[in-house]
């Protein structure tokens, strides 16, 4: 059974930095591309970036780009996301999530993922 579990949310104002983390289990972590997705209140989910399954290529949406960066530690079963530079608008629920495949495609969002961590950006 694949198992996510996210963590590192927290309330912070404009302009600071997070970094959320997701511990894997119930798969073989280091075949597969990870993704990273959003769901603000009242609106659908957002894909935010995928990485391969060995951590060399690593795909960004637009609105994150530059200030978001995906990375992961295959041997620890982990896939990280340092949010820099927060905007109101990063705020959300964020959720890791495991690919079908080992590259990366742009815009995917995965049906596997975990509970969630929540970003708040307010000042």
């Known amino acids: 059974e694949v198992l996510l579990v996210e963590s590192g949310g927290g309330s912070v104002q404009p302009g600071g930095s997070l970094r959320l983390s997701c511990v894997a289990s119930?798969?073989?972590?280091?075949?597969?591309?990870m993704t990273w997705v959003r769901q603000a209140p009242g609106k659908e989910l957002e894909w935010v970036a995928t990485?391969?399954?060995?951590?060399?290529?690593?795909l960004y949406a637009d609105s994150v780009r530059g200030r978001f960066t995906i990375s992961r530690d295959n041997a620890k079963k982990t896939l990280y996301l340092q949010l820099t530079n927060l905007k109101t608008e990063d705020t959300a629920m964020y959720y890791c999530?495991?690919?079908?495949?080992?590259?990366?495609?742009?815009?995917?969002?995965?049906?596997?993922r975990g509970q969630g961590t929540q970003v708040t950006v307010s000042s």
């Open positions: 999530a495991k690919q079908s495949r080992a590259y990366p495609v742009k815009g995917v969002i995965p049906t596997e």
């Open positions: 990485i391969s399954n060995g951590g060399s290529t690593d």
């Open positions: 119930g798969f073989r972590y280091e075949n597969y591309a």
